[in-house]
């Protein structure tokens, strides 16, 4: 996660990553009845783009990830944020599980790194309570271009079946997807989905 940490302090500089995680917090909002007692874990939650926008609907937000440098500079984000703080985790929770249980899981475009897919979903059904809920945005099927280094990349986009049928098998219920934004680069248009499911 090297990559990562050298591009974390410029992470927030790029319009289309600000805007793309204000339009994936929206779907997830109009998707999902957002409590102010609820405990939500964000999967991959990088500088917080995600978070901070889900932080106001919610009790508190915990961010797991595995870049330090990420979490070095959401950590310079909570310092000037009074009101909602994220507190970091720095911690592979699919090899080392959390012991804690969350009302929800959320996640912004960390899928297309995880190796094994179905690790995820099993560990993610396990750290959620009794009907929490799961949603995670992430790429459609892409030809490979979206990033311009491929080197932390395991899957270029996935298929709504694919998925569909892993959130199945790990044990969660009612999972839809559905397309809710479009990143658009030079080089073309790729398509980001939400899925949300059920424990």
């Keep these: 996660m090297s990559q990562f940490n050298e591009r974390a302090k410029e992470w927030d500089q790029l319009d289309r990553r600000v ?21 939500i874990l964000d999967f991959g939650v990088g500088t917080g783009l995600l978070g901070f926008e889900i932080a106001a609907s919610v009790q508190q937000v915990y961010g797991v990830d595995t870049a330090e440098g990420m979490l070095k500079k959401l950590q310079e984000k909570n310092s000037k944020n009074k009101d909602k703080k994220i507190i970091p985790i720095h911690q592979d929770i699919i090899k080392v599980p959390l012991k804690q249980k969350f009302d929800g899981i959320i996640s912004s475009m960390t899928l297309h790194h995880i190796e094994d897919i179905e690790a995820f979903f099993h560990t993610a059904y396990k750290l959620l309570k009794h009907n929490g809920f799961l949603a995670l945005a992430d790429l459609q099927s892409e030809n490979g271009t979206f990033h311009s280094d491929n080197t932390t990349v395991h899957h270029f986009g996935f298929s709504e079946k ?38």
């Excluded at 805007?19 to 405990?39: H, N, P, R, T, Y």
């Excluded at 559905?178 to 059920?198: M, N, Q, S, Y």
Aim: aromatic content about 6%; charged content about 25%.
């Design 162 to 199: 694919e998925l569909y049928t892993t959130a199945l098998q790990a044990g969660f219920t009612a999972p839809t997807i559905e397309k809710i934004h479009t990143i658009t680069k030079p080089h073309g248009d790729f398509g980001v989905f939400l899925l949300t499911a059920r424990r």
């Design 19 to 39: 805007l793309g995680a204000q339009k994936i917090a929206q779907a997830i909002k109009e998707k999902i009845v957002l409590e102010k007692s609820m405990e």
